[in-house]
């Protein structure tokens, strides 16, 4: 058996409403249904170049070339779309994303180009991925979030060493409520943090109460602010978490109210 491989990467980045498609294909040998290695660094390189945890569905769609029987090469399209549906399985477990994975079957020859044989069979022994990506907001992080993920609530802020909301926030906080009053099953915990402490030291002090708490205070009006608006306070608890998870970027990041996602 020759043993020959067409080697293409196509990625295509194509805006569909809030989301983005990306496609590229991965080529076979004759007769075979196994991923070779530089095949499967095709994979990991679409996979580095996006954030995984935007990623809503992935589609492989398998094809064969026109040797072989109708019904063999149907069932070889399928084992392709599975050994890819597998590879990515291992790299993204444990991640929500919808997968769909079918067999083609095979691709007849152009008639028009028929000196060209070999080279139509090349590509045509392939399995195509289709995969598409959400925008890196918040609402499309708790969407695809696992439970236990930690999302960092973008555009909430507070005035300086209040628990009150600065003025920009409540779009942010509206956005969120409705976002959850769609989505009843998902419970969360809120969690506040500060910065400029030392990792065990007791919390900052929140000008509005003259005591130490302010990472909880913070947590709390997130909280409040939700239960006011309708969300059930069954499906959230707050926590200050002082200043003992810092990220490492900076204190703004530090300073941050984070939803963990609990139960969806």
């Known amino acids: 058996m020759q043993k020959s491989i067409f080697i293409s990467f196509i990625l295509l980045s194509v805006s569909v ?23 499967q660094k095709k994979i990991d390189s679409i996979l580095h170049q996006l954030i995984v945890t935007n990623i809503y569905e992935i589609t492989l769609t398998g094809f064969c070339d026109d040797r072989a029987a109708e019904n063999y090469n149907m069932e070889l ?3 392709r779309a599975e050994n ?3 590879f990515f399985d291992t790299f993204l477990k444990n991640k929500r994303i919808l997968f769909s994975s079918k067999g083609h079957g095979e691709i007849p020859l152009d008639s028009l180009s028929l000196n060209n044989t070999i080279e ?20 499309n992080q708790i969407l695809v979030a696992n439970v236990g993920d930690k999302i960092i609530l973008e555009n909430v802020y507070f005035e300086i060493n209040r628990h009150k909301f600065a003025r920009n926030t409540y779009a942010k906080l509206d956005s969120l409520t409705t976002f959850f009053k769609e989505n009843p099953s998902i419970k969360f915990h809120i969690l506040g943090h500060v910065c400029c402490r030392k990792i065990g030291s007791v919390d900052a002090i929140d000008d509005d109460t003259g005591k130490r708490g302010l990472s909880l205070n913070r ?8 239960a006011r608006r309708g969300i059930a306070k069954e499906s959230m608890k707050y926590f200050g978490m002082k200043a003992d998870y810092p990220l490492g970027k900076g204190d703004a990041l530090d300073r941050r109210v984070e939803l963990q996602i609990i139960e969806k």
């Open 120 to 139: 139509q069979r090349r590509q045509n022994r392939r399995v195509d991925i289709k995969i598409i990506t959400l925008p890196n907001n918040n609402l």
């Open 17 to 39: 409403f809030s989301q983005s498609e990306h496609q590229l294909s991965v080529f076979f040998e004759t007769d075979q249904a196994i991923l070779l290695e530089n095949e």
């Open 219 to 226: 947590a709390k009006a997130v909280y409040d602010y939700f």
């Open 84 to 86: 890819v549906n597998y």
């Open 77 to 79: 399209s399928k084992k």
